[in-house]
């Protein structure tokens, strides 16, 4: 079975601080890395897509991508209490267009 | 991104009755699948939606529990049968575009009673 690790947290940050959350996965084979970020009562909402090994980055965000350790995570810059939500980390095994999700981490920025 | 309309939004239930969730999608889709998530609990896949074809549902869903028509490329169905408490979850429709990124509905809230 595909799996998609994530630590459920709570991750605390003080506001303005690098908040890191981090995702391993079992398929060697995966290509399609995702972060999707849920509020409280609210769906998935896509923030950030990763294909190749590296970072990419996208305002605060940065995504950071190594396969040979079959690891992502995300960073999230000058950290708000507006980004106080669960972050989902979502893999798509192999040439699968599904993605396997994560348990997701909980993150709280206070002020 | 596709816009994604799913309705009802929340329902309260009671036991041993069906509810149907629609989801309709502002383009044609391929892929369309229907989640669940749990309190608490991170995504779990039921079925992808096949439009013209008996969906593809995933262990431990089966078709009688959870019957799933896709009569073209922008709409599905869900229905949660004969439910039962153990059914009380979010209930999510999502798709999937060619670079298989997945957006989402806005989800129901399916309380059973």
């Known amino acids: 079975q595909k799996e998609v690790e994530q630590n459920s947290g709570p991750l605390s940050v003080p506001e303005g601080a690098i908040a890191s959350l981090n995702c391993t996965y079992s398929?060697?084979?995966?290509?399609?890395f995702f972060w999707y970020r849920q509020y409280s009562g609210k769906s998935p909402e896509l923030i950030m897509s990763?294909?190749?090994?590296g970072d990419k980055e996208d305002g605060r965000f940065t995504a950071q991508l190594n396969k040979a350790s079959q690891y992502v995570s995300l960073l999230i810059r000058d950290s708000q209490p507006s980004d106080s939500a669960t972050y989902l980390c979502?893999?798509?095994?192999?040439?699968?267009?599904?993605?396997?999700f994560g348990r997701g981490t909980s993150l709280i920025v206070h002020p | 991104s596709a816009v994604i309309s799913q309705k009802p939004s929340r329902d309260i239930c009671q036991r041993g009755t069906s509810l149907t969730i629609q989801c309709q999608v502002d383009?044609?889709?391929?892929?369309m699948f229907w989640y669940r998530q749990q309190p608490g609990q991170s995504l779990t896949l039921i079925a992808t939606?096949?439009?013209?074809?008996?969906?593809?549902?995933e262990s431990g869903f089966v078709i009688d529990k959870f019957p799933i028509s896709r009569p073209n490329l922008t709409f599905s169905t869900l229905t949660v049968s004969n439910m039962s408490p153990e059914d009380s979850s979010i209930y999510l429709c999502?798709?999937?575009?060619?670079?298989?990124?997945?957006?989402f509905g806005q989800g129901t809230r399916l309380t059973v009673v």
């Open positions: 999502s798709v999937g575009d060619g670079n298989r990124q997945a957006f």
């Open positions: 398929d060697r084979v995966s290509q399609s």
């Open positions: 990763i294909y190749s090994n």
């Open positions: 979502a893999v798509n095994p192999g040439g699968s267009y599904i993605p396997t």
């Open positions: 383009s044609q889709v391929t892929m």
């Open positions: 939606a096949n439009q013209g074809s008996e969906a593809t549902y």
